[in-house]
């Protein structure tokens, strides 16, 4: 059965990077496409960034500038970088397997930007 | 980027009643298509892809519908694990983008 699963800091300070790493189990993360989709607390879903399964990646413009995914296939695990981040960016973060709708999901990990 | 809208808000229902709910796209997405279904303190979870195919698992009840830049997911009979928070999602274009979301709630 596919488990995936976040972990990272709960606490970012604000301008620093947050680093957030999804574990993937009972699958190859070769053979799919990851994603990072984050919900700020009490509002809706925002789509990240995705990695392929060749290791191209597609992220939001919208935060295209700041935010990296990067995939370690010796681990299994795929990884998220935002930079310069705001009290805005607070939220929980999840990653999913899928290319276009996202059938398996972790179980989120809150990251809360403050000084 | 293609904006969803759901409405509505928030729907108010008794077991058993039907629900629809309706989300529409700012541009045509095709059948490119997902609902989700989200519990508190939980992840979303894959419901209908592809506007109308349930996920695995999912009963016959929930039905998705539509194409184009209008779709409907209906729930024939509500039960009480129905009773949650709906989000929509496009892939016909990139960036992917999700509704803001239908709270079904126990009236």
């Known amino acids: 059965q596919v488990q995936v699963q976040e972990s990272g800091p709960g606490l970012v300070k604000p301008s620093e990077t947050l680093s957030l790493t999804c574990t993937v189990s009972g699958a190859s993360i070769s053979s799919y496409y990851w994603n990072w989709i984050r919900q700020p607390p009490g509002k809706g879903l925002e789509w990240l960034a995705y990695?392929?399964?060749?290791?191209?990646?597609n992220y939001n413009p919208s935060l295209k500038s700041r935010v990296t995914i990067s995939v370690d296939t010796s681990k299994n695990q795929f990884s998220l970088k935002l930079t310069s981040v705001t009290a805005a960016d607070t939220a929980m973060y999840y990653c999913a397997r899928g290319s276009h709708f996202f059938g398996y999901w972790g179980r989120g990990t809150l990251v809360t930007v403050s000084s | 980027e293609t904006v969803l809208t759901q409405s509505p808000g928030t729907l108010s229902l008794s077991p058993g009643e039907r629900a629809t709910l309706s989300c529409r796209a700012s541009?045509?997405?095709?059948?490119?298509f997902a609902w989700y279904q989200q519990k508190p303190g939980q992840a979303p979870r894959l419901l209908i892809y592809?506007?109308?195919d349930r996920a695995t698992g999912i009963p016959d009840r929930l039905t998705g519908s539509g194409s184009g830049t209008d779709f409907t997911l209906t729930i024939s009979r509500m039960e009480p694990e129905d009773f949650a928070v709906y989000y929509c999602?496009?892939?016909?274009?990139?960036?992917?983008?999700f509704g803001q979301g239908t709270k079904l709630e126990i009236k």
């Open positions: 592809a506007a109308s």
């Open positions: 999602q496009q892939y016909g274009s990139s960036p992917y983008t």
């Open positions: 990695i392929s399964n060749s290791g191209s990646a």
């Open positions: 541009q045509s997405v095709s059948s490119s």
